[in-house]
Nanobody
Framework: QVQLVESGGGLVQAGGSLRVSCAAS????????MGWFRQAPGKEREFVAA????????YYADSVKGRFTISRDNAKNTVYLQMNSLKPEDTGVYYC??????????????????WGQGTQVTVSS
């Protein structure tokens, strides 16, 4: 089992950058594929980015490709989401998710086995 704690959210102007982090507990973090999701008010939770257990494969939603970068540091039990060229439509609560060891990565909420509590990202126009 793994526990996830997000940090780094905040308020930023459109065009700015922000990095959110997700710290995981447990000694087997490197076995979990990780993902980031977001949820805007009144909308469903949506996939943003994911990374394989090794960090060798990454996946992005079309809406963030070229602007966001997901990475992980298994030595620090942490996954990051670097967000550049932020837009007001990127506003939402950003959640970190982990998928139990095994094939695949968390590309949708049902793929994810563990969730953090979320961190708010607000992009002003």
């Amino acid at each position: 089992q793994v526990q996830l704690v997000e940090s780094g959210g905040g308020l930023v102007q459109a065009g700015g950058s922000l990095r959110v982090s997700c710290a995981a507990s447990g000694r087997t973090f490197s076995r979990y594929a990780m993902g980031w999701f977001r949820q805007a008010p009144g909308k469903e939770r949506e996939f943003v980015a994911a990374v394989s257990w090794s960090g060798g494969s990454t996946y992005y939603a079309d809406s963030v490709k070229g602007r966001f970068t997901i990475s992980r540091d298994n030595a620090k039990n942490t996954v990051y989401l670097q967000m550049n060229s932020l837009k007001p439509e990127d506003t939402g609560v950003y959640y970190c998710a982990a998928k139990n060891p095994g094939p695949g990565t968390p590309l949708s909420p049902p793929d994810s086995d563990y969730w953090g509590q979320g961190t708010q990202v607000t992009v002003s126009s």
